[in-house]
């Protein structure tokens, strides 16, 4: 398998989880800006999408979306419970909660990165933001997100909360949140992403 990643984009996630789950998958780098990945391919022609993560599968078949990929890695390792079994409801209650950040949080931060968003519309989506993640906090009762277990959640979660800082958003009213953060940058598998990922020395 090969996963097509820009480092730091929300395509560390499924980085993380390939780690977690010790899966033999190659690393290709997409320049984002030029369109090109490592080794000058149209990246358009692997992804018309435009945009990381993708996944290889061995057969050619090309998985995008990472709420889909990283479910499609942690099922290759059931046994590291990285995603509940297929038809549980804890399954539908980790697919619950990767819709909630990909579509309530990833694409909130959107207009944040943009210079040319104007003042007025960034501070209502910085207030919009804020009453998603107070929500998410507030939920936080145990270590993870679906309690005392680490899941592809997680990964998207610190992936999503780490671009924070890059725009200027503030997390010390969410404790919850930063203790988050923390447990999960300080798992081996995510530090050895960051590394691999240029994100940390």
Same mark, same amino acid.
């Given at each position: 398998?090969?996963?097509?990643? &820009?480092?730091?984009?929300? @395509?560390? @996630?499924?980085?993380?989880?390939?780690? #977690? &789950?010790?899966?033999?998958?190659?690393?290709?780098?997409?320049?984002?800006?030029?369109?090109?990945?490592?080794?000058?391919?149209?990246?358009?022609?692997?992804?018309?999408?435009?945009?990381?993560? !993708?996944?290889?599968?061995?057969? $050619?078949?090309?998985?995008?979306?990472?709420?889909?990929?990283?479910?499609?890695?942690?099922?290759?390792?059931? #046994?590291?419970?990285? &995603?509940?079994?297929?038809?549980?409801?804890?399954?539908?209650?980790?697919?619950?909660?990767?819709?909630?950040? @990909?579509? #309530?949080?990833?694409?909130?931060?959107?207009?944040?990165?943009?210079? !040319?968003?104007?003042?007025?519309?960034?501070?209502?989506?910085?207030?919009?933001?804020?009453?998603?993640?107070?929500?998410?906090?507030?939920? +936080? $009762?145990?270590?993870? +997100?679906?309690?005392?277990?680490?899941?592809?959640?997680? !990964?998207?979660?610190?992936?999503?909360? @780490?671009? !924070?800082?890059?725009?200027?958003?503030?997390?010390?009213?969410?404790?919850?949140?930063?203790?988050?953060?923390?447990?999960?940058?300080?798992?081996?598998?995510?530090?050895?992403?960051?590394?691999?990922?240029?994100?940390?020395?």
């Amino acid at each position: 398998m090969k996963l097509y990643y &820009a480092p730091g984009a929300c @395509s560390l @996630s499924p980085h993380i989880v390939i780690r #977690e &789950a010790d899966l033999p998958v190659q690393r290709v780098r997409v320049d984002l800006r030029t369109g090109t990945t490592q080794d000058g391919v149209d990246f358009r022609t692997i992804n018309d999408k435009g945009y990381v993560p !993708a996944l290889e599968l061995p057969d $050619g078949t090309v998985l995008t979306e990472g709420p889909a990929i990283v479910q499609y890695l942690a099922d290759r390792k059931p #046994e590291t419970g990285l &995603a509940p079994a297929n038809g549980t409801i804890d399954r539908y209650r980790l697919q619950e909660w990767l819709n909630f950040i @990909s579509t #309530e949080l990833h694409k909130q931060f959107g207009p944040l990165f943009d210079p !040319a968003t104007e003042p007025g519309f960034r501070a209502r989506q910085e207030e919009r933001i804020g009453r998603r993640l107070g929500w998410v906090a507030a939920r +936080l $009762g145990g270590a993870y +997100l679906m309690g005392e277990r680490f899941t592809v959640a997680d !990964a998207y979660l610190f992936v999503v909360l @780490s671009w !924070a800082p890059h725009v200027g958003l503030n997390l010390q009213p969410w404790p919850a949140l930063l203790a988050h953060q923390e447990r999960v940058r300080q798992r081996p598998a995510v530090q050895e992403a960051l590394r691999e990922e240029g994100l940390v020395k």
